[in-house]
């Protein structure tokens, strides 16, 4: 049991180490999602479909032009329009129309009922960067349910044969 145990240890040094470097790159963009997988083509040919972008939140005014990622309360996903119109409200509120370069239309009909504009709040982060195609290992996870079976099953017979392994060593005498 205690070599089953140790032998499960760098996979969970491995995953610390993951989510720690993860917090740490939050921290250094300032947003929680300092990289996300493009998931559609309303931004082509800007971005394509499984590429990464890499964002940031440091700015504090939305410029036309920049590419905000915006997060409404309660979806699921977040969008990625450029934006194309900035205007300010009486309190001095930054308001911010967007669309995708791939559309003939503003993305007014994409905000919550009876939102006109986007408000700084609703913006994640500001694209900064990007690696083309590298997503879609991510979108073929999502959308073929056998691959992440297959993976599982996969890291479980590593796992049991590490443990197996370990075991014939222990019996032999060589481990």
């Known amino acids: 049991m205690r070599t089953a145990l140790s032998s499960c240890l760098p996979v969970l040094r491995i ?26 083509g309303s931004m ?31 979806n699921p996903l977040p969008m990625v329009h450029r934006a194309v119109e900035v205007q300010y409200d009486g309190t001095g509120r930054q308001l911010i129309m967007t669309k995708g370069d791939n559309s003939k239309l503003r993305d007014v009909a994409l905000y919550p009922p009876g939102q006109i504009y986007v408000y700084r709040t609703q913006v994640v982060g500001m694209v ?6 590298l997503g879609w290992v991510t979108i073929a996870f999502r959308e073929v349910p056998w691959l992440r079976e297959l993976l599982i099953i996969g890291i479980g017979a590593i796992g049991m044969f590490q443990i197996m392994l370990g075991q014939e060593e222990k019996l032999t005498g060589k481990g």
């Open 128 to 133: 900064r960067g990007y690696v083309p195609y």
């Open 15 to 40: 995953l610390a180490s993951t989510f720690m470097a993860w917090k740490l790159l939050s921290l250094a963009t300032n947003t929680s999602h300092p990289a996300m997988v493009v998931l559609s």
């Open 44 to 74: 082509e040919p800007a971005f394509q479909r499984g590429d990464i972008i890499f964002l940031s939140n440091w700015t504090q005014q939305v410029e036309v032009g920049d590419i905000p990622v915006l997060w409404f309360e309660g």
